[in-house]
C-alpha cells in the first residue's frame, strides 16, 4: 500500500487538474517560458550525462571484467564508492576543487584566472558530474551481463583469428544489448531525477533543470503552488519514461539469448601495457574520487575561505559546530540516522516475509505486487515526493493526525522507496535456500513461528543485513525526497549540507559532507566483512 497509494493519488490529482476548473492555471503552469526552459535543460543533462555515464561506465566494467588486470576488487570498490557518495557532497566537493586551482594557476603567472567563475556552475559542469556519479550503475549493470557471456562464444571468435579488440567490439558487445540499454537507461533517468548536483552547480549560475523549478516553486510559494508542481513533477516523470520506453525498442531489434556460464578466469591478457592500465585506472579513480575529496576535507579544517591549511592553522571548529554549535544540524544527525535505521529496521522484517510468499510460497498476488513495489525506487524522486505531499497534505481519515511537514512523511517516503533495495538481495537469499529443510519442518508440525525463526532467519541473515546495510547508505544519504518534504525540526543531513551550503556556510557544509563520507565508506567496509557468505551480487562492489 505505502509504494501504490502516492502514485494512485499522483495520478487522480492530474486527471482532477486537467478535467477540473483549475485546468487553465496547471497548462499554463506547464507551458510556461520557465517551465520550457527547465525541461530543456533536463533532457540536456539527461541525454549527456546518461552519455557519460554509459561511456565510462562500460569502458571501466570491460576493462575489470574481461581483463586480467590486478587489483580488481578494490577498483570496483572505489569505482562503486562514486555512486554511493551523497550526490550533494560529490558536488560540494568539486566545488571546493576550485579555489585551490584557481590559485596556482594565478601562481604560475595566468593573472585572468583570479576573475574566471568556476566552470562547473554550468551546464557542461553539471553533465561531467552527473556523468562520473552515475556511471557505476552502468558498471554494475554491464558488468553483470559480462559475467555471463559464453566463453565458448569468445573462444570460436578467437580461433577464427578475431582480436580481442574485435571480439569485444563484433562478440561480446552486442551479446550485452539489453545490459547496456538497461544500465543507459537507468542512467538517463538517474540524471533527469536528480537533485543535489544540478542544486549545487546549477541554481547558482541560474541554470534550473525541472527538480530544481519545483524546488524553487515549492519552497518560494508553498501549498499553494501544489497543482502547478504535480504537474511540473509529471513532466519529470514522462521524461524519465522516454528513457525506458528506448530501452524496450533497443532490446526488441534484435535476439540475444545466451546460455550464462561465467569465465573461469578473465579471457583477455593486457600483456605489457598491464602496468601502465593499472596505473591509469587507479590515478582515474584517485583523481576522480579522492581528490575532490581531499579538497572537502581542506576546506573543512579551515579557518576561512582563502586561508591556506598547515598544521599550525587547520581547526576542528567547524565539526563542534556541526555535531554541538548549530541545533539544526545536529537535529538533522539525530533524524537521519533515526530515519535510515529506522527504516532498515522495518524494511527488514518486512522482506523477510514477502521473499518467504514470493519465492517458497510462490504466492501469485505477490509475486504480481513484486513489480509494483519496484515502481518508487524506478520514478524520480521528485515525481515520488509530490506524491506524498498530495497524499498527507490533508489530515488521515478517522486519525484526524497530519503527517504533512513531519518526520512521518518523510520516512513514509523512504519506506516506499527503498523497499525494492531491501527484498531484492533476501530474495536472492531465498533462491540459494534449500527449501527442503522447510518442506521437512512442515511435514513434522512445526510452526510457521518456529520455522521463520530457527531456519529461515539465520540462513538469511547475511543477506538481510546486506540489505538493511544498503537501505541505511541511501537513506542516510538522501536528499531529492526530502528537500521537498522536510521543514523545520525535521532536517536530514541532505537538507543540512544544502541549506548550509546556501547560506554562505561552506565549510560548516564540507564539515558534514566528510562525516557523511565516513559514515559511507565504514558501512560499506563492514558490509564487505560479510561478502563471502552472501549470495553473489547481493553487495554492488562484490559483483
Same mark, same amino acid.
Given at each position: 500500500?505505502?509504494?501504490?497509494?502516492?502514485?494512485?493519488?499522483?495520478?487522480?490529482?492530474? =486527471?482532477?487538474?486537467?478535467?477540473?476548473?483549475?485546468?487553465?492555471?496547471?497548462?499554463?503552469?506547464?507551458?510556461?517560458?520557465?517551465?520550457?526552459?527547465?525541461?530543456?535543460?533536463?533532457?540536456?543533462?539527461?541525454?549527456?550525462?546518461?552519455?557519460?555515464?554509459?561511456?565510462?561506465?562500460?569502458?571501466?566494467?570491460?576493462?575489470?571484467?574481461?581483463?586480467?588486470?590486478?587489483?580488481?576488487?578494490?577498483?570496483?570498490?572505489?569505482?562503486?564508492?562514486?555512486?554511493?557518495?551523497?550526490?550533494?557532497?560529490?558536488?560540494?566537493?568539486?566545488?571546493?576543487?576550485?579555489?585551490?586551482?584557481?590559485?596556482?594557476?594565478?601562481?604560475?603567472?595566468?593573472?585572468?584566472?583570479?576573475?574566471?567563475?568556476?566552470?562547473?556552475?554550468?551546464?557542461?559542469?553539471?553533465?561531467?558530474?552527473?556523468?562520473?556519479?552515475?556511471?557505476?550503475?552502468?558498471?554494475?549493470?554491464?558488468?553483470?551481463?559480462?559475467?555471463?557471456?559464453?566463453?565458448?562464444?569468445?573462444?570460436?571468435?578467437?580461433?577464427?583469428?578475431?582480436?580481442?579488440?574485435?571480439?569485444?567490439?563484433?562478440?561480446?558487445?552486442?551479446?550485452?544489448?539489453?545490459?547496456?540499454?538497461?544500465?543507459? =537507461?537507468?542512467?538517463?533517468?538517474?540524471?533527469?531525477?536528480?537533485?543535489?548536483?544540478?542544486?549545487?552547480?546549477?541554481?547558482?549560475?541560474?541554470?534550473?533543470?525541472?527538480?530544481?523549478?519545483?524546488?524553487?516553486?515549492?519552497?518560494?510559494?508553498?501549498?499553494?503552488?501544489?497543482?502547478?508542481?504535480?504537474?511540473?513533477?509529471?513532466?519529470?516523470?514522462?521524461?524519465?519514461?522516454?528513457?525506458?520506453?528506448?530501452?524496450?525498442?533497443?532490446?526488441?531489434?534484435?535476439?540475444?539469448?545466451?546460455?550464462?556460464?561465467?569465465?573461469?578466469?578473465?579471457?583477455?591478457?593486457?600483456? =605489457?601495457?598491464?602496468?601502465?592500465?593499472?596505473?591509469?585506472?587507479?590515478?582515474?579513480?584517485?583523481?576522480?574520487?579522492?581528490?575532490?575529496?581531499?579538497?572537502?576535507?581542506?576546506?573543512?579544517?579551515?579557518?576561512?575561505?582563502?586561508?591556506?591549511?598547515?598544521?599550525?592553522?587547520?581547526?576542528?571548529?567547524?565539526?563542534?559546530?556541526?555535531?554541538?554549535?548549530?541545533?539544526?544540524?545536529?537535529?538533522?544527525?539525530?533524524?537521519?540516522?533515526?530515519?535510515?535505521?529506522? =527504516?532498515?529496521?522495518?524494511?527488514?522484517?518486512?522482506?523477510?516475509?514477502?521473499?518467504?510468499?514470493?519465492?517458497?510460497?510462490?504466492?501469485?498476488?505477490?509475486?504480481?505486487?513484486?513489480?509494483?513495489?519496484?515502481?518508487?525506487?524506478?520514478?524520480?524522486?521528485?515525481?515520488?515526493?509530490?506524491?506524498?505531499?498530495?497524499?498527507?497534505?490533508?489530515?488521515?481519515?478517522?486519525?484526524?493526525?497530519?503527517?504533512?511537514?513531519?518526520?512521518?512523511?518523510?520516512?513514509?517516503?523512504?519506506?516506499?522507496?527503498?523497499?525494492?533495495?531491501?527484498?531484492?538481495?533476501?530474495?536472492?537469499?531465498?533462491?540459494?535456500?534449500?527449501?527442503?529443510?522447510?518442506?521437512?519442518?512442515?511435514?513434522?508440525?512445526?510452526?510457521?513461528?518456529?520455522?521463520?525463526?530457527?531456519?529461515?532467519?539465520?540462513?538469511?541473515?547475511?543477506?538481510?543485513?546486506?540489505?538493511?546495510?544498503?537501505?541505511?547508505?541511501?537513506?542516510?544519504?538522501?536528499?531529492?525526497?526530502?528537500?521537498?518534504?522536510?521543514?523545520?525540526?525535521?532536517?536530514?543531513?541532505?537538507?543540512?549540507?544544502?541549506?548550509?551550503?546556501?547560506?554562505?556556510?561552506?565549510?560548516?557544509?564540507?564539515?558534514?559532507?566528510?562525516?557523511?563520507?565516513?559514515?559511507?565508506?565504514?558501512?560499506?567496509?563492514?558490509?564487505?566483512?560479510?561478502?563471502?557468505?552472501?549470495?553473489?551480487?547481493?553487495?554492488?562492489?562484490?559483483?
Amino acid at each position: 500500500m505505502i509504494c501504490l497509494l502516492p502514485i494512485a493519488r499522483l495520478l487522480y490529482e492530474v =486527471a482532477s487538474a486537467l478535467v477540473g476548473p483549475q485546468r487553465g492555471m496547471v497548462v499554463s503552469a506547464v507551458t510556461s517560458s520557465a517551465a520550457w526552459t527547465a525541461t530543456r535543460h533536463s533532457l540536456e543533462v539527461g541525454l549527456l550525462g546518461g552519455l557519460v555515464a554509459t561511456v565510462y561506465g562500460l569502458f571501466m566494467a570491460t576493462l575489470v571484467t574481461l581483463t586480467k588486470i590486478r587489483y580488481r576488487q578494490m577498483l570496483v570498490f572505489g569505482f562503486v564508492a562514486q555512486a554511493m557518495l551523497p550526490a550533494q557532497v560529490v558536488a560540494l566537493a568539486w566545488l571546493q576543487l576550485w579555489m585551490p586551482m584557481r590559485d596556482a594557476l594565478v601562481s604560475m603567472g595566468l593573472q585572468s584566472a583570479s576573475a574566471w567563475g568556476n566552470p562547473l556552475q554550468t551546464r557542461e559542469g553539471i553533465v561531467f558530474l552527473l556523468g562520473i556519479h552515475f556511471a557505476p550503475l552502468v558498471f554494475l549493470t554491464v558488468r553483470a551481463a559480462l559475467l555471463n557471456v559464453p566463453p565458448d562464444v569468445v573462444e570460436a571468435a578467437r580461433v577464427c583469428g578475431a582480436r580481442p579488440t574485435q571480439v569485444i567490439r563484433k562478440v561480446i558487445w552486442p551479446l550485452i544489448t539489453p545490459a547496456f540499454a538497461s544500465g543507459a =537507461a537507468l542512467a538517463f533517468v538517474s540524471c533527469i531525477g536528480n537533485f543535489g548536483i544540478p542544486a549545487f552547480l546549477g541554481i547558482p549560475g541560474d541554470y534550473l533543470v525541472l527538480p530544481t523549478l519545483i524546488y524553487r516553486e515549492l519552497s518560494g510559494f508553498g501549498p499553494s503552488v501544489i497543482p502547478n508542481v504535480v504537474m511540473l513533477s509529471v513532466l519529470v516523470a514522462v521524461l524519465a519514461g522516454l528513457g525506458v520506453v528506448a530501452q524496450h525498442l533497443c532490446i526488441r531489434r534484435g535476439h540475444y539469448r545466451v546460455v550464462t556460464v561465467r569465465y573461469p578466469e578473465p579471457p583477455f591478457s593486457l600483456g =605489457a601495457s598491464r602496468v601502465w592500465l593499472e596505473l591509469f585506472t587507479g590515478c582515474l579513480i584517485a583523481l576522480l574520487l579522492i581528490v575532490p575529496m581531499l579538497a572537502l576535507l581542506a576546506d573543512s579544517i579551515s579557518q576561512a575561505p582563502g586561508v591556506s591549511v598547515t598544521p599550525d592553522t587547520a581547526t576542528l571548529a567547524h565539526y563542534v559546530y556541526v555535531l554541538s554549535g548549530n541545533e539544526a544540524t545536529a537535529r538533522a544527525f539525530v533524524n537521519s540516522t533515526v530515519l535510515a535505521f529506522g =527504516a532498515a529496521f522495518i524494511l527488514a522484517a518486512v522482506s523477510l516475509f514477502l521473499a518467504y510468499l514470493i519465492q517458497y510460497r510462490q504466492n501469485s498476488l505477490f509475486i504480481k505486487l513484486e513489480r509494483v513495489i519496484e515502481i518508487p525506487y524506478v520514478i524520480p524522486g521528485v515525481v515520488l515526493a509530490m506524491a506524498m505531499i498530495l497524499l498527507y497534505l490533508l489530515p488521515l481519515p478517522f486519525l484526524n493526525v497530519s503527517l504533512y511537514n513531519t518526520l512521518g512523511i518523510i520516512f513514509i517516503a523512504y519506506l516506499a522507496r527503498f523497499l525494492t533495495v531491501q527484498l531484492r538481495p533476501v530474495i536472492s537469499g531465498f533462491q540459494q535456500f534449500p527449501t527442503e529443510m522447510l518442506e521437512a519442518a512442515e511435514i513434522f508440525g512445526a510452526s510457521f513461528r518456529r520455522r521463520m525463526r530457527q531456519i529461515v532467519l539465520p540462513s538469511l541473515l547475511p543477506s538481510i543485513t546486506a540489505g538493511a546495510t544498503l537501505v541505511v547508505l541511501l537513506a542516510m544519504n538522501e536528499l531529492t525526497i526530502s528537500a521537498l518534504l522536510w521543514a523545520t525540526g525535521t532536517e536530514t543531513l541532505g537538507v543540512a549540507v544544502f541549506s548550509l551550503e546556501q547560506g554562505g556556510e561552506s565549510a560548516a557544509a564540507s564539515a558534514i559532507g566528510v562525516l557523511t563520507v565516513l559514515i559511507t565508506v565504514s558501512l560499506m567496509l563492514l558490509a564487505s566483512l560479510a561478502g563471502r557468505r552472501l549470495p553473489s551480487g547481493v553487495l554492488p562492489w562484490r559483483a
